[in-house]
Every structure is written in structure tokens, then in C-alpha cells.
């Protein structure tokens, strides 16, 4: 059995889990490492069991032994740090594969903290002018830094928390220093990187920063967060224009897998850009991008069309531990109020079950639905953006498990918008709960928050 894990693992299960990215970490490192380690070797045979089509009940517990037997392993045994780390990213595709997503995030902030720890203390013992130089594996920082930009994307207002000192660009007090005045790519491998450090830094910036005038308060952004939207809107034209001469020059030597990979790099390109420039404007900023929106339509279905899935257990469900469609689709879904161009992106998430990562198709499908019927609702036929006034358009949302007596275990969705005054906020609360596999919302209401609970109360509410 084991061999038989080892030789699917190789021929199929890597393969998958690499996706669209440009990476060696679970094709070469991982095996690499089976080699090294008895407990990423059991993990790695439990992963490859749960990835089978054929998969039963018995190997079903046969892979949960070997996962149980791989835990303890790495707990009992004197580790490398590397071997750590890459025994804590297999545990959490492990986790992300049989759905428990709270525990995946879990074991995220301690494979996060465990990085950060080594950069502080590299960081401590490096002098003023010099910079901290860390040596890890690159494609072990490159996992971590995805899936702690995973983790920042969709259906979070989490703030990415791996160390400034893995970036090449460092932090100074809020704002960028070190920047790199032009990107000079070699290959796909090098664009994803750069594309990657890019969004990472402006996620930081969003949630650390920008989120606190969009959620927390009315008042005017002072002119450095201006500046600094400024500075890394610069830097992703730079990525761009680096890119495009990358592919310009390359394009009789590109495989097919790297064309793939360029659209799904102009893909996220063109999703963060748009993010980026609405960050600190009211919701009819998106309104501008209607084009745009069509394109991330439109290159989310050829991605999926050409898509090679992994089947897992549910025959209709297929699973990807890297980010893929799904967050510019639902971006699309909730952000453009055009309603041809919404309905398509919906379309798309609802048509077919998915997972990547820990974003299910159906279930963001459905709060993109819920988003969209609310700030239609009452509005008559919408023809364009412009039927949709700002005072009826959601601001954010985001899902939080709960436990409930008398309606049963279920998502709660929780939704803000502004109230119309320009000085609270009004909360809407919508209970769901499962049927054949699929959310099933139930009516909800609404409440005012004031502006100074806003933040507070939305970050508590997606880490409950």
C-alpha cells in the first residue's frame, strides 16, 4: 500500500497540488524530504490516500492512521527546522483537504510564527546597515508566503503575517523602503514571485492601514496613506511592464503550462490593481472597471475549461490547495454592480462544486448571491451600475461558524454597509445552514453599529 501511496503521489497528487503555480515544493522538496523524514513520509501517504478516486471508508482510515502516525512522529523526533516547516505545510493541505479549515489557519500561525521567530532573531543579531539575511529553502518561504496570502484574500480581513525580512522590500514605519525601481525576469518563476511580494505588501497595507478609514472611520485618509497607495500602485506598473516584456520576448519558448500561468499572473494583476485604486473610495469607485471585471470573467472561465482537477471523495467536487478563480470571481460577484457581468461570475461559482484551499465554489457562491439580492432589492430591473445607489451597496462581508440551540449548527453571514449619514454603520446578520451539501440562507436583519465598534466588532467576528 505504501508504495502503491507513494508512486500516486508522484504521478498525480503532486501534480495537482502545484497548480497554476510555478513551484518545485511539492514535486521535489516533498519527496526530497520523505526521504529525510518518517513523519513527512506518513504524512505524504496519508495525503496521497485521501487524493485517490477510489477512495473507501477503510482508506479513509488507513490515511488517518498514517496522518495520526505522522504527527507523532514529528513530535517525538529531533527535527531540522526546514523539515518542521514542510512537515507544517503538508499538515495543512492534510487539514484543508478533509475540511477542517480552523484548524488548517491554526497551523498556518504557528508555521508563521515559527518563521518569524528565526527572522527576529536573525534580525536582532544583524547590524543597523546591513540586511537580515535568512537561509531557508526559497520554496519553503514562497508555500508559506501563498498560503498566508490565501489566507488574507477572499472572505477575510485578516492582515498577512509573515515577517517583512522574507520580502525583498522591507517596511519603515508604515511605508515602503527599498523598493526596486525595475523588475528584470528571467523566467515565470521569477514574475510569480515578484507578483506574489507585491500583493503581500499590499494586503498589508489594506488591512493594517487603509481598512481603518473604509471601516472604522468617516474621516479623510491623511496624505502619506494617499502617497503610499501612491507608491505601490507604482510598483505593480513596474511588475506589469517588466512582465509584459518577459512575454514579449519569450513567447516562442513558453509551454503551455506557462501560458497558463501568465493568464492566471494577469489574472490577480488585474484584481489587486482594482482593489487597490478603490481601498480608499466609496463602492461606486468600482463602477470604473466594469471592462476590467469582464476580463477576470472571462479569463476565470478559459482557466477553468482548461483546468486538470483532482477528484476527491464527493465525485462532483474537485480540490486545489493553491488560490485560483474563486477570489476573483467572487470579487466580481460583490464588487461589480453590473448585472450581466455579476450574474456571469456567479454563474460560473454556482454551476460546479470546487475547493481551493479553504474557499468552497458553492458557498462563496452563495454569499455573492446574497450580497447581490440585497442591494437589489427594491430597486426594480437593473440595467447598470448606476441603479444601485451607494447607500444600498455592501461594503464588506464574512462567515463565522456558530452554534445555535434552536436553529442548529450553521454560517453566519455578517454583511456592513453605511447607513447613509456618513457617521455609523448598519450590520446584517443572515443564519444558514446545509442541505445536500449546499448553504440554504435564512432571512436576517439588520443593526446599527457605531463607527468606533465597526472594525472592532468585524475582526472579532471572522476569528471567532
Not at 213 to 228: A, G, K, M, W
Request: with cysteine; proline share 3%; hydrophobic share 40%.
Amino acid at each position: 500500500m505504501e508504495v502503491i501511496s507513494f508512486d500516486h503521489y508522484r504521478q498525480r497528487t503532486a501534480k495537482i497540488l502545484i497548480g497554476n503555480a510555478v513551484t518545485s515544493f511539492w514535486d521535489k522538496l516533498m519527496l526530497q524530504a520523505c526521504h529525510e523524514s518518517s513523519a513527512i513520509r506518513s504524512g505524504v501517504y496519508a495525503l496521497s490516500i485521501l487524493t485517490r478516486k477510489d477512495l473507501t471508508f477503510d482508506l479513509s482510515m488507513t490515511a488517518l492512521n498514517h496522518y495520526n502516525k505522522a504527527v507523532k512522529q514529528i513530535q517525538v523526533e529531533i527535527q531540522p527546522i526546514e523539515t518542521t516547516l514542510i512537515s507544517c505545510v503538508l499538515f495543512i493541505a492534510l487539514e484543508v483537504l478533509v475540511g477542517n479549515e480552523d484548524h488548517a489557519l491554526v497551523l498556518l500561525a504557528n508555521g508563521l510564527n515559527l518563521l518569524n521567530s528565526r527572522a527576529n532573531t536573525i534580525e536582532a543579531t544583524a547590524t543597523s546597515s546591513a540586511k537580515p539575511r535568512i537561509k531557508l529553502d526559497d520554496d519553503i518561504v514562497t508555500a508559506f508566503s501563498r498560503m498566508d496570502l490565501h489566507a488574507s484574500g477572499c472572505l477575510s480581513q485578516r492582515c498577512p503575517r509573515l515577517h517583512a525580512a522574507y520580502y525583498d522590500h522591507l517596511f519603515a514605519q508604515g511605508v515602503m523602503s527599498l523598493r526596486k525601481s525595475q523588475y528584470n525576469f528571467s523566467s515565470m518563476t521569477d514574475a510569480q514571485a515578484g507578483l506574489n511580494e507585491e500583493v503581500l505588501i499590499i494586503y498589508h497595507f489594506m488591512r493594517s492601514r487603509a481598512d481603518e478609514y473604509r471601516y472604522r472611520t468617516f474621516q479623510e485618509p491623511p496624505l502619506s496613506i494617499y502617497q503610499e497607495q501612491q507608491n505601490l500602485l507604482r510598483d505593480l506598473e513596474i511588475w506589469q511592464r517588466a512582465f509584459n516584456g518577459f512575454i514579449d520576448s519569450s513567447c516562442t519558448r513558453l509551454s503551455v503550462k506557462d501560458l497558463r500561468t501568465a493568464l492566471f499572473l494577469r489574472l490577480h494583476h488585474c484584481l489587486t490593481r482594482i482593489i487597490l485604486l478603490c481601498a480608499l473610495q466609496d463602492e461606486t469607485a468600482y463602477d470604473a472597471f466594469t471592462t476590467d471585471f469582464e476580463h477576470l470573467v472571462s479569463w476565470s472561465k478559459s482557466l477553468q475549461l482548461e483546468e486538470t482537477t483532482l477528484t476527491v471523495d464527493d465525485p462532483n467536487q474537485s480540490f486545489s490547495i493553491e488560490t485560483g478563480i474563486i477570489q476573483p470571481l467572487y470579487w466580481t460577484a460583490v464588487k461589480c454592480r453590473d448585472p450581466k457581468i455579476r450574474r456571469a461570475a456567479l454563474a460560473i461559482l454556482l454551476g460546479s462544486k470546487w475547493r481551493e484551499g479553504g474557499w468552497t465554489s458553492d458557498l462563496v457562491g452563495a454569499m455573492g448571491r446574497g450580497v447581490m439580492e440585497l442591494e437589489e432589492a427594491g430597486r426594480g430591473p437593473i440595467s447598470c451600475c448606476n441603479d444601485i445607489p451607494e447607500v444600498q451597496r455592501i461594503h464588506a462581508a464574512g462567515l463565522v461558524q456558530v452554534l445555535d440551540r434552536d436553529q442548529g449548527d450553521g454560517t453566519k453571514l455578517r454583511i456592513y454597509k453605511a447607513n447613509g449619514t456618513g457617521t455609523s454603520w448598519m450590520s446584517y446578520d443572515q443564519f444558514s445552514t446545509w442541505r445536500s451539501g449546499y448553504p440554504v440562507l435564512r432571512p436576517f436583519y439588520w443593526h446599527e453599529v457605531s463607527q468606533g465598534e465597526c472594525r472592532v466588532d468585524w475582526i472579532q467576528t471572522l476569528n471567532e
